[in-house]
């Protein structure tokens, strides 16, 4: 099984501070996902990174996908309180296969 | 994009008692569905794989008899937790592959309270 380890797990910040999270694994995946999530709803997909050494851009969040496709980090800039929520990365053994969650990132931002 | 339904909503049922989730893609078909379970501040984790036509694939410590999934059509999964007790009391979501992007696309979710 592989596992995907998640930091920091909580993150309280003031609005417009920067926050990275990071998603770490020793397993390679296909393709790697993030997701937010805000309470009593299901997660929204954000993006999905698929090849080495890739980045995407959000408006205001960055993501990269580590050259050996087992690490993917989300970085936020000028954190929002709407930004609030909880991230989660999840990463796909195989094009179309059962995803595997992080522990998950709680942010909070504070106005 | 896609769609996934989940109903119901939430749900509140007594210790004893069997309560059936469904799970629906709106607007394409889906040969596989996944059910998640979310306990408060933590993350999903996989129940079982479900595919349409066949059995479902349970996590290792998830007990198939007592989570019952039918997925009888591509566009329909369900979720019956059987004799429920209090400690099934969850978050309970499920995913839907769509087969033209090879993503997965989440419902809403499921809160069941047992009592």
């Known amino acids: 099984t592989q596992l995907l380890e998640q930091s920091p797990q909580f993150l309280s910040i003031q609005e417009g501070e920067n926050l990275t999270v990071y998603c770490n694994s020793s397993?390679?995946?296909?393709?790697l996902q993030w997701y937010r999530q805000e309470p009593g709803e299901g997660p929204v997909l954000l993006v999905t990174?698929?090849?080495?050494?890739e980045v995407k851009k959000l408006k205001r969040l960055t993501f990269q996908f580590g050259d050996a496709r087992k690490d993917s980090s989300l970085h936020i800039t000028a954190a929002q309180p709407g930004d609030t929520g909880l991230y989660l990365c999840a990463g796909e053994e195989t094009s179309g296969s059962r995803l595997t969650f992080g522990e998950g990132t709680q942010l909070t931002v504070n106005p | 994009g896609a769609v996934v339904s989940q109903h119901p909503s939430w749900v509140i049922c007594k210790s004893g008692t069997s309560v059936k989730i469904e799970c629906r893609s709106l607007?394409?078909?889906?040969?596989?569905m996944f059910w998640y379970r979310q306990f408060p501040k933590q993350s999903l984790m996989l129940m079982a794989t479900?595919?349409?036509?066949?059995?479902?694939?349970?996590e290792q410590g998830v007990e198939k008899d007592k989570f019952l999934i039918n997925h009888a059509s591509l566009t329909l999964s369900t979720l019956t937790v059987t004799s429920a007790h209090p400690e099934d009391s969850s978050f309970y979501i499920c995913?839907?592959?769509?087969?033209?992007?090879?993503?997965?696309?989440f419902g809403p979710g499921t809160r069941l309270t047992v009592l």
């Open positions: 990174v698929v090849t080495g050494g």
């Open positions: 607007d394409f078909q889906a040969t596989t």
């Open positions: 397993s390679v995946f296909s393709s």
């Open positions: 479900s595919n349409e036509g066949s059995k479902a694939t349970y």
């Open positions: 995913s839907a592959g769509s087969p033209n992007t090879d993503t997965q696309y």
